[in-house]
């Protein structure tokens, strides 16, 4: 079955660095993959998609890239701030669109110290 | 914005009880999903749905049922509660087309003693 693995440590970053994340999987690559932010009590909240002919996508502070061959994806927060500790979910979309359902990693926790 | 609501934040419920979660989207989405998340297991998919009256198992379906009855609404059924299905469940509903994430409702909190 497949596999994800993100960092199971919590990250510590200092304030105004660059935050970077990654997610690792087994078996083949999927159509899509996303990434999500999660607060404590809250839902995962949607940040990014990219599919598996992109190499990266940016969304004004975030950076994603998706490498098929590394069975790999790395999440990057620029500019970081104490605003954006949270924990931060890859997905693995089979179906393009997600129709299916997706398969999330366990997370990564990061902290932002000012 | 789309809303996804979940009618509890937090359930407490006894063993052997027959439960129902409800989730409710705004947005004319037709699929839904329901997972539930607990520590060091990530989020894992219970079941899901396409479209009305329309249901899919997923990863962990076994003592859980859903309905869809109407479109904005997809109900999780937990036919009689143990204490091993306490924990945080999702609902999340997805808008048509492929560059869409899933909007997630923010959770009910359900513990069975």
């Known amino acids: 079955s497949q596999k994800i693995e993100q960092n199971s440590e919590a990250l510590n970053i200092q304030e105004g660095k660059t935050a970077t994340l990654t997610c690792n999987y087994t078996n083949y690559s999927p159509a899509y993959l996303q990434w999500y932010r999660q607060d404590p009590g809250r839902g995962p909240v949607f940040l990014l998609l990219?599919?598996?002919?992109?190499k990266e996508k940016r969304k004004e502070r975030l950076k994603v890239t998706f490498d098929t061959t590394l069975k790999q994806s790395l999440f990057h927060i620029t500019a970081s701030q104490p605003a954006d500790s949270a924990t931060y979910l890859c997905a693995l979309d089979y179906s393009g669109g997600g129709a299916d359902g997706l398969t999330f990693g366990k997370g990564t926790h990061l902290i932002i110290q000012p | 914005d789309v809303k996804v609501t979940q009618s509890s934040r937090y359930l407490v419920k006894r063993t052997g009880e027959k439960v129902f979660l409800e989730c409710v989207q705004d947005?004319?989405?037709?699929?839904m999903f329901w997972y539930r998340q607990d520590p060091g297991l990530g989020l894992r998919l219970i079941y899901f749905?396409?479209?009305?009256?329309?249901?899919e198992k997923g990863d962990i379906p076994e003592g859980y049922s859903v309905s869809r009855e109407k479109k904005e609404r997809f109900s999780l059924i937990l036919e009689s509660a143990s204490t091993n299905q306490t924990s945080m469940y999702l609902c999340?509903?997805?808008?048509?087309?492929?560059?869409?994430?899933?909007?997630f409702g923010s959770g009910t909190r359900l513990t069975v003693v």
């Open positions: 749905s396409y479209d009305v009256k329309m249901k």
């Open positions: 999340a509903s997805r808008k048509p087309g492929q560059n869409y994430g899933y909007t």
């Open positions: 947005m004319d989405h037709e699929n």
């Open positions: 990219i599919r598996e002919n992109e």
